[in-house]
């Protein structure tokens, strides 16, 4: 593959970052935080392959002037190369295309990540309390629900099941990437939706449960809810928490 072939590949790989960029699809795969530079490496691949695709089409135009032709006038070496960017198009399909976020396949295959917090902040007097998955579960864990006790609160994730058939409201957790993306577990009991399925996104309310249970791939804590509501939502633009 020639220099200029390179380049392309360089500048598609560039499009693709920061075309997820500029949209929401780059928080499938890493923290909103790092979009600042997600956005300068797009700026750099692309400049780079700017910068290694002009020399070598002026190359090729200057020796496109001497090039000698057949009967028909047409150089050969013309239609060879424009057959061999036809090769590019699969790589082109790849990149463009983006893979779902992580969901219970993942999670169903890794203990929970769940790990004691610093500290608690105040929870505010509204009624429900609107948390993250991963703050009620560490409060339920490690501060043994003491200020979640007689409150409503609520939180979404995506549905995974126990050896069991224990439905787990789950969200998958980020250190830095997708690469790292480990889940934490609430199981469920109370009022749920008939015919839950593993993915299905619920939005639920619910109460501090004291039950406790352990997780079969790593024996990690996983605490219960019990949900007084609970109704299917389309999955957020950021799926992970973090």
Known sequence: MNRA?????????????LRASLSQEYLRFVKPGLR??????????????AATIWPELRRHRDRAGAEPTDGDGHG????????????LLPLFALIALVPPPLGS????????????????????????????????AGRAVYDHGRSLSGRRVEFSGFITFGSHGVPYLTRMILNCCAADAQPVKVALTGALPEQIRPD????????????????????GPIPYLDVVSAHPVSPPADPYES
């Open 5 to 17: 072939a390179q380049g392309f590949l360089l500048f598609l790989v560039g499009g693709a970052v």
């Open 200 to 219: 299905l996104w619920l939005d639920v309310v619910g109460r501090y449960d004291t039950r406790q249970s352990k997780d079969e791939v790593n024996g």
């Open 105 to 136: 396949y993942a999670a169903d295959r890794t203990g929970t990540a769940l790990q004691p917090p610093l500290a608690y902040a105040n929870l505010p007097a509204k009624d429900p309390i609107q948390l993250t998955l991963l703050d009620y």
């Open 36 to 49: 600042p530079l997600l956005l300068a490496a797009a700026a750099v691949l692309m400049l780079t392959a």
């Open 76 to 87: 050969h070496s013309h239609n060879k190369a424009r057959v061999a960017w036809l090769l």
